[in-house]
């Protein structure tokens, strides 16, 4: 039996269980920089158990659809945010808690100018970019002990 998920749009609600979604997208909430400049102040919630943050490049290979699904991550001491450097989709996969493993998990297709912002301990599927540089900024933990844990499914999902 194949386990197919079908990608849903990255919206603020949808994904609020697993993070913040970061986009400039309404009024902002100052204008800075001699009246140039929207800032949009404050977007995601940098929650770290220890260690400080730190500002990453990584630059990830390109994924095709359908997308194998074959594992997922989480980080127990640190939030984990990405913003993509270029304006192409990627896939955001994401699976609920249940019990110290993840759920069923739900994958979401980003519009232009969004990143997100995983809350400490999410499960979540690696960097997953569909066309562009695969370049991202990541925001993210930076310190001592193990802040990676991975769970392999017994049998993959498929993501059209």
């Known amino acids: 039996m194949t386990r197919r998920i079908t990608p849903e ?30 800032r949009y102040h404050d977007c995601a919630t940098l929650d770290f158990t220890s260690g400080r943050a730190g500002i990453s490049l990584f630059k990830a290979d390109l994924r095709a659809r359908p997308y194998r699904l074959e594992m997922v991550e989480r980080h127990p001491e640190g939030s984990q945010a990405f913003l993509p450097m270029d304006p192409e989709p990627f896939l955001v996969i994401v699976a609920p808690d249940e019990g110290g493993v993840p759920g069923v ?56």
């Open 9 to 38: 749009p990255l919206t603020a609600e949808a994904f609020a269980p697993f993070g913040e979604v970061l986009e400039a997208t309404g009024a902002p909430d100052r204008i800075i920089n001699q009246g140039l400049c929207g």
């Open 105 to 160: 998990p739900r994958a979401f297709l980003t519009a232009p100018g969004q990143g997100v912002n995983f809350a400490r301990g999410t499960w979540h599927g690696v960097l997953t970019p569909l066309a562009g540089s695969g370049l991202f900024a990541v925001i993210d933990r930076i310190g001592e002990g193990a802040n990676l844990e991975e769970h392999w499914f017994e049998e993959p999902f498929f993501i059209d």
